[in-house]
């Protein structure tokens, strides 16, 4: 059985940085596509970073140039770096997991694991 767990949340100013973590088990790791989500209140899960088996990212436009996703297959885990916050990526950050994606490495749809998320939350 995979699980996802996800660490790293907290609270910060606008501006900061946050790194998160999400270690994963159950399952051979190298061989899944992971993936960053968010969900703020009222709105829909959405896509913010990915990365495939062999390391290739990809990122949402929202995020481009502040945040970096990276994995480390030898700890099974992937890392989110989040620099320059703003209030607009408050939010509960999930991490999510799939051996065969198939189409958009951003869509939601094609993750079959899911971690329980962490709270990010950027005010003043």
């Known amino acids: 059985q995979v699980q996802l767990a996800e660490s790293g949340g907290g609270s910060v100013q606008p501006g900061g940085s946050l790194r998160l973590s999400c270690v994963v088990s159950g399952y051979t790791y190298s061989s899944l596509s992971m993936g960053w989500f968010r969900q703020a209140p009222g709105k829909e899960r959405e896509g913010v970073a990915a990365i495939d088996t062999r390391g290739g990212p990809s990122y949402a436009h929202s995020v481009r140039g502040r945040f970096a996703i990276s994995r480390d297959n030898a700890k099974n885990i992937v890392y989110l770096q989040m620099n320059g916050l703003e209030p607009e990526d408050t939010a509960k950050y999930y991490c999510?997991?799939?051996?065969?994606?198939?189409?958009?490495?951003?869509?939601?749809?094609?993750?079959?694991?899911w971690g329980q998320g962490t709270q990010v939350t950027v005010s003043s």
């Open positions: 999510a997991a799939d051996s065969g994606l198939v189409a958009g490495p951003l869509d939601r749809d094609e993750y079959t694991y």
